[in-house]
């Protein structure tokens, strides 16, 4: 059997352990999930002209058309690594194949910086793990809004105070939460995108709340601050960040509500779906998601056990990953998952009921 065709073999059987819920129907929308095999860079111009009819790319010249297109051919090569490094993974063809991963990390990662603890954060309470269910989910109850361009904790938090299930300004922390870290040489935040998430609940403490999406709307840029105290919805009471045991971590889900996690979003870029367990990934920490579950585990590839993991909802659309959620194995703190977790206690607000 040749190299071409067992990896095909391996892609077929990762599509349909790990995406089963997508309905593939035309040859060329299999082929751009799938991972490219170096010898098939040599239809990476078909492979690029489904890429841009599949996510609507248009450039201006021929000259970052051309430009674009050696990009795109780059990031083949680095799925068909990272499917290699991270075997129980689905990588391949995203909306972001034409960006080099500076422009990526840039765009749509966090500041390259260490993060650290706000003043403000407390270290959580261990809680009692013996009685954790198997597999958890808090979709599934209601305290968790659909994928959009950014994602927080505090709806979460204020639907267990309240038991509605709130949709929060993103753009309000977009364009009002500049809190500088003169430790940094006075980097400043920009929200709760981007891994900064701890610093987003500080913000959000000492403002005094944070507006609903619709009296505040998203517009995906930045803008001027516009925060109307009296429209508050949701404000935190406090925050705590949790221990790297990952059942304690487990337990504050269940207990508390989705968790923010930092994590190092290295094969990010080119993930479809699966379970991302990478034989090597670093510790650094680029990126912030939300941590709504875990899973048991579930059939990986070919030769591979099951694994159990955690479900993230990330802030890229729905049509990236597994309908905008990535699943990132429980072990070893892969990607510096468990690192950087943190709890937030939502402060019930009457002003705009």
Known sequence: MGRHTLLSLLLFAAVATAATSVQITDND???????????????????FTNFKSKFSKTYATEEEHNYR????????RRANKHAKLDPSAVHGV???????PKEFRRQFLGLNRRLRLPVDAHKAPILPTNNLPGDFDWRDKGAVTGVKDQACALEGANFLAT???????????VDCDHLCDPEEGGACDAGCNGGLMNTAFEYILQSGGVQLEKDYP????????????SKVVASVSNFSVISLDEDQIAANLVQNGPLSVAINAAY????????SCPYICGKHQ???VLLVGYGAGEYAPIR???KPFWILKNSWGENWGENGYYKICRVRNICGVDSMVSTVAAAISTSNN
Not at 94 to 100: A, N, R
């Open 304 to 306: 591979l056990k099951k």
């Open 94 to 100: 995203t909306k972001f194949s034409d960006l080099t």
């Open 268 to 275: 990010m870029q080119t993930y479809i779906g699966g379970v």
């Open 29 to 47: 929308d299999l082929l751009i999930r799938q991972v490219i095999d170096a010898d098939d860079l040599l239809n990476a111009e078909h492979h």
């Open 69 to 76: 297109f050696g990009v795109f051919k780059s990031n083949l």
């Open 286 to 288: 680029d990126h912030g």
């Open 163 to 173: 038991g509605k299930l709130e949709t929060l300004s993103e753009q309000q922390l």
């Open 218 to 229: 998203y517009t995906g840029q930045d803008g001027k601050c516009k925060f109307d105290k």
